[in-house]
């Protein structure tokens, strides 16, 4: 029986998917749920899996392609009885195991929310410094030192569409600068270089641009790139944008983590960062202010009962947003446990949709960066996104007993990024003044779990 493949899909928010590298080439005989191609959509890298046994036929979408979820990506001649049975030829079969064994797949890149920073320095360190290679930035890297060969040889990161015509063209893939997903050579990629008679040295041919110059260089996005850029365009014509800041005397709060540091990670054998300590003090602050937990869905509010928080976290291709499920309902030591959980899979690239999926909320932290005040993009189709910024140390006035004096405290800002059409500016206030109290409140006695 021969039927189509169809890319599956894998949420209500997700309507498109760029086709990163076939794992399997037309004549592979196939096993159910084997992996066919990775894919990326605006929430995860995942591999698709094989709804069938039998034989792939034909490859319909190329890798770089940018397709609809539910389009026909390639057809397959199924084994007798591997196909559903009411299953009609032409449909897709569904896997019935768990979505772990099929739509479960490794993270690359999640493009939720933009001028969200990397979630680093003492609130978490998920810097790219100190970030082991991912699978895909592993399949790059042998991509970029192998040399052409026959498909039976040839190198992981290269496709078989791509070898053969390399091998056709006489063209040196390793010498190709590739404008596919992560990096890779592309069919479109040989073509051009074959075009240009350009068999050693070749790289990618620069766009004709109007107000461009010959000493101008010109980065063709990647295809992973343009679904970041469409969807910070949504992001920002969607919702109507207003931001709110204040300022926040974390003092209290970088005495106690100094002081608890080293006794909590030894109790519990986890790192204790000032990222749980805030995403508590959030999460408790979201349960009385509910209208930064909800969405504007088909013209209505739709407050979310979960308080499901997204933290940015730096990879190699861009963000990753991981999502702490039931962050108000986590005590401190389970918070910290749950971070360096999602951390630990960002960076090892094995998160799942699970990971990344129903978020109402984002935190995000620039102040790694040295940012000191800024205003983020929403994490459509959340409500808002709070970032914390640099924690600096400043003179400040506190009165005390009706007299005034001048002290160093640890400052911090938060800035609030909310959907004006469910949030207004009172609030928004609310909201910030309520996790300023929260974060304020901690001291050198502070009893946090």
């Not at 189509?4 to 309507?15: A, D, K, R």
């Not at 896997?95 to 064994?101: E, H, K, N, V």
């Not at 861009?318 to 389970?334: H, K, Q, T």
Request: aromatic share 4%; charged share 20%.
């Amino acid at each position: 029986m021969v039927f189509n493949i169809e890319l599956p899909h894998v949420g209500e928010s997700v309507t498109e998917a760029v086709i990163g590298k076939w794992l399997k080439a037309p004549g592979d005989q196939i096993e159910k749920y084997d992996p066919l191609v990775e894919v990326t959509t605006d929430k995860v890298n995942m591999d698709v899996p094989s709804p069938a046994t039998g034989v792939l036929t034909r490859i319909l979408a190329e890798e770089g392609e940018t397709v609809p979820m539910g389009s026909v990506i390639a057809e397959m001649e199924a084994a007798d009885g591997s196909v559903s049975v009411g299953q009609d030829a032409g449909e897709t079969a569904e896997p019935t195991s768990s979505p772990a064994a099929g739509l479960a797949g490794r993270i690359g890149t999640v493009v939720q929310g933009a001028n969200v920073g990397p979630t680093g320095g003492e609130f978490l360190d998920t810097s790219l410094s100190a970030a082991p290679n991912t699978p895909g930035v592993a399949a790059s890297s042998q991509a970029a030192s192998a040399s052409p060969a026959s498909p039976k040889a040839r190198q992981k990161g290269f496709s078989p569409v791509v070898t053969r015509l390399a091998a056709q063209h006489g063209i040196e893939l390793s010498s190709l600068v590739g404008t596919g997903l992560g990096g890779r050579v592309t069919k479109k990629d040989v073509l051009a270089a074959a075009e240009n008679g350009d068999s050693g040295a070749g790289a990618a041919v620069q766009p004709q641009l109007d107000g461009v110059s010959n000493d101008d260089q010109v980065i063709v996005p990647s295809p992973i790139r343009r679904m970041i850029a469409n969807h910070m365009v949504k992001s920002m014509s969607e919702i109507p944008h207003a931001w709110s800041a204040i300022e926040v005397d974390v003092t209290g709060m970088v005495e106690w983590r100094s002081a608890s540091k080293d006794s909590f990670e030894s109790e519990h054998g986890v790192r204790l960062t000032y990222l749980p300590i805030t995403l508590s003090v959030v999460a408790e602050a979201l349960k009385t202010n509910p209208r930064l937990n909800s969405s504007w869905i088909d013209g209505n509010i739709v407050l979310k009962n979960a308080i499901n928080v997204g933290l940015a976290v730096a990879a190699e291709e861009g963000l990753v947003v991981p999502v702490v499920r039931g962050a108000n309902e986590a005590s401190l030591v389970e918070l910290a446990g749950k971070l360096s959980g999602v951390v630990d899979r960002a960076r090892s690239g094995s998160m799942t949709l699970d990971d990344v999926q129903g978020g109402t909320f984002t935190l995000n932290n620039t102040g790694s960066l040295g940012s000191v005040w800024g205003g983020a993009i929403i994490n459509h189709p959340q409500a808002a996104i709070l970032t914390t910024e640099a924690i600096v140390k400043r003179p400040v006035v506190i009165s005390e007993n009706g007299a005034d004096s001048v002290v160093v405290r640890s400052m911090m800002n938060i800035c609030l990024s909310f959907d004006h059409r469910i949030v207004d500016g009172a609030e928004a206030s609310e909201f910030l003044q309520s996790v300023k109290s929260g974060l304020e409140a901690i001291t050198l006695s502070s009893d946090l779990k």
